[in-house]
T-cell receptor
Framework: GAVVSQHPSRVICKSGTSVKIECRSL??????MFWYRQFPKQSLMLMAT?????????EQGVEKDKFLINHASLTLSTLTVTSAHPEDSSFYIC???????????FGSGTQLSVL | EDQVTQSPEALRLQEGESSSLNCSYT??????LFWYRQDPGKGPEFLFT???AGEEKEKERLKATLTKKESFLHITAPKPEDSATYLC???????????FGTGTRLTIIP
């Protein structure tokens, strides 16, 4: 099946720093990528949807200036958590698909811990 | 608002003991219902997509079924390696996003 690579798998940072997470589709061109956040024992919550070459669409309650999403190419999307705080500590997961109606494939996730 | 409720929250089975996981949903115009498997610290792994009531799909020891209100994931003669959290998600018509349930944490005891 299709492979979505997410990096890093784990990051620990100090409060106030920014963290960038990369999501790559390795064997297909991803027209749409999605970013989710998951707290322990909770459901995946969609943060934003990004289409290549256009601005991301953020879900209600997600601060677009805090969670910067860039989908500059058909194989790469990045999520930057700016000025991270302990409450931003969570498991962040990206997903990608080749086109509308196509299967959604998930990355392996990034565990962010903000001290 | 689309809603997905999964039950039970956690399930412990002996190896070989068959059972079913439930996913109840309310959505305006179902476009697809998805089942994923998630191992600890990993992203979800796709299992099945169901599109219409009455549809069934099978893969190894798993079978997914769909009605107008709920979906079941049946697991037959499970093995310890089937231990994981199973997530259900729905996609509404005209909408790209998936709405996930909180999952069922399945543990198979050898």
């Amino acid at each position: 099946g299709a492979v979505v690579s997410q990096h890093p798998s784990r990051v620990i940072c100090k409060s106030g720093t920014s963290v960038k997470i990369e999501c790559r589709s390795l064997d297909f061109q991803a027209t749409t990528m999605f970013w989710y956040r998951q707290f322990p024992k909770q459901s995946l919550m969609l943060m934003a949807t990004s289409n290549e070459g256009s601005k991301a669409t953020y879900e209600q309650g997600v601060e677009k200036d805090k969670f910067l999403i860039n989908h500059a190419s058909l194989t790469l999307s990045t999520l930057t958590v700016t000025s991270a705080h302990p409450e931003d500590s969570s498991f962040y997961i990206c997903s990608a698909r080749a086109g509308a109606g196509e299967k959604l494939f998930f990355g392996s996730g990034t565990q962010l811990s903000v001290l | 608002e689309d809603q997905v409720t999964q039950s039970p929250e956690a399930l412990r089975l002996q190896e070989g003991e068959s059972s079913s996981l439930n996913c109840s949903y309310t959505v305006s115009g179902l476009r697809g219902l998805f089942w994923y498997r998630q191992d600890p610290g990993k992203g979800p792994e796709f299992l099945f997509t169901l599109y219409s009531a009455g549809e069934e799909k099978e893969k190894e020891r798993l079978k997914a079924t769909l009605t107008k209100k709920e979906s079941f994931l049946h697991i037959t003669a499970p093995k310890p390696e089937d231990s994981a959290t199973y997530l259900c998600a729905v996609q509404a018509g005209g909408n790209e996003k998936l709405t996930f349930g909180t999952g069922t944490r399945l543990t198979i005891i050898p």
